[in-house]
């Protein structure tokens, strides 16, 4: 490729939702139908790019650790697990590292702190992630979570 100047050129995943509106027009099935829309954390609606739309979707729904319902069942062993977890942090011996999303609207930051603060070992660290939500690792800022999970692991490995 570099015989012939060709470079890869790397494109935003998202755009602005009025870039799509103004070329196709804002109520065609393309828009509707073939394009996932969101608001940014600035209120702000940007738009999946369409050649990427599907891919996305689909490698969501086929990911076997979504998880789309929940049985009664689930729910309660869930509340019983959080509680005989939450009076065991002062059991833990390994070193940890807990990572959290601010604006998790599924599992609240203050749980994660509050068994952060009954840890006593050594070494452990808590990052808190502001705006981010529940799939800290599928967010847009998935990169930096990443990068503070391995600097956290490489610098235990010493």
Request: a negative charge; charged letters at 25%; hydrophobic letters at 40%.
């Amino acid at each position: 490729m570099h015989l012939w100047n060709y470079r890869e050129i790397r494109t935003p995943a998202f755009e602005e939702t009025g870039l799509f509106a103004r070329g196709i027009g804002e109520l065609t099935d393309i828009v509707a139908k073939e394009m996932y829309t969101l608001k940014d954390r600035s209120d702000t609606s940007i738009t999946l790019k369409p050649e990427m739309t599907v891919s996305v979707v689909r490698a969501y729904l086929q990911d076997p650790l979504v998880f789309r319902s929940m049985t009664t069942s689930l729910a309660v062993e869930l509340m019983s697990a959080i509680e005989r977890t939450s009076r065991s942090a002062g059991q833990v011996r390994a070193p940890l590292l807990m990572l959290h999303g601010e604006a998790d609207p599924i599992c609240p930051p203050s749980g994660t702190r509050r068994f952060f603060e009954g840890l006593v070992v050594e070494p452990r660290e808590l990052q808190i992630y502001p705006g981010l939500r529940h799939e800290i690792f599928n967010e847009p800022e998935h990169v930096r979570v990443f990068e503070d999970v391995l600097a956290w692991v490489r610098a235990r490995a010493r």
